[in-house]
Nanobody, 117 residues
Framework: VQLQASGGGLAQAGGSLRLSCDVSGRIFSINRVGWFRQAPGKEREFVVLSRSGGSVRDQEYSPSVEGRFTISWDAIERTVDLQMNSLKPEDTAVYYC?????????WGQGTQVTVSS
């Protein structure tokens, strides 16, 4: 199983970026997908997750990003996207996607997001 994250880069405060995570390999019955992030010198922190239902009710957001970030999961294409709007300098971090299969979690390699003030 491999997760390939892309879409990171440099944005100005107030701007937008869209991250994408492509899931490949033999994995079925994914029950959760989502994103964490890790800023320099800090612990990795939760950003968002979506359960297999995929509706808004199945999503959980960190209070720090709620209302600005939106997750979407395409189970057919097997991509997990993160639309990030109204970016802030404190959103600067390496973003990691993950998928859960039962009790096992698979991680992507991370993509850098830098927001300038």
């Amino acid at each position: 199983v491999q997760l390939q994250a892309s879409g990171g880069g440099l944005a100005q405060a107030g701007g937008s970026l869209r991250l994408s995570c492509d899931v490949s390999g033999r994995i079925f019955s994914i029950n959760r997908v989502g994103w964490f992030r890790q800023a320099p010198g800090k612990e990795r922190e939760f950003v968002v997750l979506s359960r297999s239902g995929g509706s808004v009710r199945d999503q959980e957001y960190s209070p720090s990003v709620e209302g600005r970030f939106t997750i979407s999961w395409d189970a057919i294409e097997r991509t997990v996207d993160l639309q990030m709007n109204s970016l802030k300098p404190e959103d600067t971090a390496v973003y990691y996607c993950f998928v859960d299969h039962g009790s096992r979690r698979y991680w992507g390699q991370g993509t850098q997001v830098t927001v300038s003030s």
